[in-house]
C-alpha cells in the first residue's frame, strides 16, 4: 500500500504516520491457488495497529481511536520492542483453553479488568526507523516483522503463514473450526481476499 493512500495522518517529521487506514479484507468463494499466494489464519478479535515511537507505545484501532489505555499490558510490550519506531498491524484476541480465539473474550476480559489475558497477534509491519515498508512485498514485511519479534513473549505473538495449498489449508482451517483464512499475494503490497468458513 502507497503511504500517500495509507496514511490518514501524517506523523512526526521523521515519517512515522499517526494512524495507517487499514486495508480490509474481500469476501471470496474459495481461496485462491498456486505458490504465489500467502494464506493465514483469520482471527476472532478486533483489528488493533501497535504504534511505537521512542518507548512510548499506542493501540489503534481501525477507525484511529486510541486504545491504550484499554489495554495497558499489551502497550506495555508493544514498548519493550527492539525498535525505536515502528507500525504493526494485528488482531487483539481473547485465546480460549484450546487455543481458539474468541471475540467474545475480549470483552469478558475488560469487563472483568483483566486485559492481561489477551494476545496481540501481529500479521504485518509497515514501517520501521525511518522506512515505510508498507509498500514492500509481503514476504518481505513478514520476514522482517518475525524478526522483531523473534525474541518477544505473550501476549505478542507472531502470526504465521501458509504459502501456496491454499484449498488444502482452507478445509483444514475449517474442519478445525475456526474463523476461516485470509490470503494475500507474497509479492504484493497489502491487498488481502478472505475465504470465510460457513
Known amino acids: 500500500m502507497a503511504r500517500s493512500r495509507s ?42 495497529h501497535a504504534r511505537l515511537d521512542g518507548g512510548r507505545a499506542q493501540l489503534l484501532t481501525r477507525t484511529g481511536l486510541d486504545w491504550t489505555h484499554e489495554y495497558p499490558s499489551i502497550a506495555q510490550a508493544v514498548s519493550t520492542l527492539p525498535a525505536r519506531q515502528a507500525y504493526l498491524d494485528g488482531e487483539l484476541c481473547g485465546v480460549r483453553p484450546d487455543g481458539k ?18 494476545v496481540l497477534f501481529l500479521f504485518d509491519l509497515l514501517y520501521l526507523e525511518g522506512e515505510v515498508i508498507s509498500t514492500a512485498p509481503l514476504r518481505e514485511r513478514k520476514e522482517r516483522l518475525r524478526g522483531l519479534l523473534s525474541r518477544t513473549d505473550p501476549p505478542l505473538q507472531y502470526s504465521d503463514h501458509q504459502i501456496g495449498r491454499g484449498p488444502e489449508f482452507y478445509a483444514q482451517v475449517c474442519e478445525m473450526s475456526l474463523e476461516g483464512i485470509i490470503s494475500k499475494r507474497a509479492d504484493a503490497p497489502i491487498r488481502r481476499a478472505i475465504a470465510a468458513c460457513g
Open 7 to 48: 496514511t490518514t495522518s501524517r506523523g512526526d517529521p521523521s515519517g512515522l504516520p499517526k494512524w495507517v487506514k487499514p486495508q480490509l479484507c474481500k469476501l471470496v468463494d474459495a481461496p485462491p491457488r498456486g505458490p504465489n499466494w500467502l494464506h493465514e489464519i483469520k482471527y476472532d478479535g478486533y483489528r488493533m
Open 101 to 118: 480465539t474468541s471475540f467474545s473474550l475480549i470483552q469478558t476480559a475488560s469487563d472483568a479488568g483483566n486485559a492481561d489475558a489477551l
